[in-house]
Nanobody, 120 residues
């Protein structure tokens, strides 16, 4: 089993920045592709970004390209999501995911989520 704990969410104004962190435990972190997803009220959970086991490959949803950056520190068992130029439509609960299947951008392992609210 893997445990994922997100942090770093909060309230920010349009154009601002936040950095989310996800601390993983319970299995070998470096053997798992990691990702971030988000879910806005009344909507389905959407893929945001993913990163390969080594960190050498990254993947982004079109709506965050150029604004968000995913990274990982395998020595700290942590994955990050740097979010810049935030927009009100980025408001959602952001979930960290482990063992992301890159071919389908799906996962079975989730954290509890962290709320991000962008005010206009």
């Amino acid at each position: 089993q893997v445990q994922l704990v997100e942090s770093g969410g909060g309230l920010v104004q349009t154009g601002g920045s936040l950095r989310l962190s996800c601390a993983a435990s319970g299995r070998t972190f470096s053997s798992s592709a990691m990702g971030w997803f988000r879910q806005a009220p009344g909507k389905e959970r959407d893929f945001v970004a993913a990163i390969s086991r080594s960190g050498g490959s990254t993947y982004y949803a079109e709506f965050v390209k150029g604004r968000f950056t995913i990274s990982r520190d395998n020595a700290k068992n942590t994955v990050y999501l740097q979010m810049n130029s935030l927009k009100p439509e980025d408001t959602a609960v952001y979930y960290c995911a482990a063992d992301v299947r890159i071919a389908t951008m799906t996962s079975d392992y989730w954290g509890q989520g962290t709320q991000v609210t962008v005010s206009s």
